[in-house]
């Protein structure tokens, strides 16, 4: 997209990413909006392009005069095994379109449709947002987000822990186990080390390492990863994302042996106290799957799931992409992948996940 394309008063076009001073301007008012989120952030959509390969492109619609009214982040997914989507945004379970007004989103969903239709892309995706409404369809009630205000001491955070998990948070905690932040090369191999790992346990493929490595570098102190360990052992590990006073664990997990040791009840309890002394008032625990063992673990924490809404555009004929690990289609798959020497996964999963957008 080249020339800047004109609705009635608005003009959409899209942002050089690699111009610091326009990438700063939007993050300014990506801040200042109510709903924007680190999936909006150029951070975010410059270190997913650079650890996945898959094109990064921003949108922002503007009066003549230059005013900012709305922005919608998107990545063009490429997949031999998914095939090709527009996604907003892409490896998140957030972004969709940010707008001041319904005019604006509605003109940026016709931009992104438009631009799918061009460049022979069958499906779009927005992940929350303003959703757009005719040619799009709205699906709603199948995830949920959880976030809460944190507590004003470590103590008090405990307290606020329901009765029951927090009897499993108190086991942790006599565990000995060491807690360790940071975002150094040490603190990434043991991260990707325990994340690998826990999702071959689940069954699924492994995101790259260059994802990760990529959006630390790209949010600088707006990133981190808090790492349990047991007698020098990483067991569990999360990578944070920090934005507007809320920390937001995205990628994390545990070995095994996590679970005897408490170690992922520590992990979160340890990562609300870390990221109050940082100066965050909020956790926000992130989407879970409406039924799924996660949303039961968050609900388990005292966090309420908030219903999330997602737009979902097709060509004529097409059919919607499906990539939910959860998908009857993939339970085979599923099994076979739990089974899988670690190393296999490892050496295969980047290829699979990549694609997955």
Not at 94 to 114: F, H, R
Request: hydrophobic letters at 40%; glycine letters at 10%.
């Amino acid at each position: 997209m080249n020339a800047p394309m004109r609705h009635s008063r608005t003009m959409i076009r899209s942002v050089d990413l690699n111009d610091a001073n326009e990438c700063a301007r939007l993050d300014a008012w990506i801040a200042a909006h109510p709903d924007g989120s680190p999936f909006h952030r150029p951070a975010w959509l410059k270190g997913v392009e650079a650890g996945t390969g898959q094109q990064a492109l921003c949108l922002v619609a503007e009066t003549r005069a230059g005013e900012l009214q709305g922005m919608v982040p998107l990545h063009l997914v490429h997949s031999p095994l998914f095939g090709r989507a527009l996604v907003s945004s892409g490896f998140a379970v957030g972004g969709g379109i940010l707008a001041t007004s319904p005019a604006a989103a509605k003109a940026l969903g016709e931009t992104v449709w438009n631009y799918a239709e061009r460049h022979s892309c069958p499906t779009v995706e927005l992940r929350g947002g303003m959703l757009p409404k005719s040619g799009w369809i709205i699906k709603s009630e199948a995830h949920a987000n959880f976030a809460r205000p944190l507590s004003a001491d470590d103590e008090t955070e405990l307290l606020a822990i329901p009765r029951k998990q927090r009897a499993e948070v108190r086991k942790g905690l006599e565990n000995a186990l060491e807690i360790v932040t940071g975002n150094s090369q040490r603190d990434q191999d043991w991260h990707y080390a325990v994340y690998a790992e826990s999702v071959r346990n689940l069954g699924t493929p492994v995101f790259p390492n260059a994802l990760m490595r990529e959006v630390i570098s790209a949010f600088g102190d707006d990133a981190d990863i808090l790492t349990v360990l047991s007698d020098g052992r990483p067991v569990a590990s999360v990578l944070s994302l920090y934005h507007n006073g809320a920390v937001m664990p995205y990628w994390g997990g545990g070995v095994w042996d996590a679970r005897r040791l408490r170690a992922n009840d520590v992990m979160y309890y340890a990562l609300m106290n870390h990221a109050r002394a940082r100066g965050c008032s909020h956790f926000d625990f992130g989407r879970s799957k409406t039924g799924s063992g996660a949303y039961a673990f968050k609900k388990n924490w005292g966090f309420e799931p908030e219903p999330l809404s997602y737009a979902v555009r097709t060509a004529d004929g097409a059919e919607p992409r499906d990539v939910n690990p959860n998908s009857p289609k993939y339970k085979a798959q599923i099994a076979v992948w739990q089974r899988l020497p670690l190393g296999i996964a490892n050496r295969l999963g980047p290829w699979i996940a990549k694609g997955l957008g």
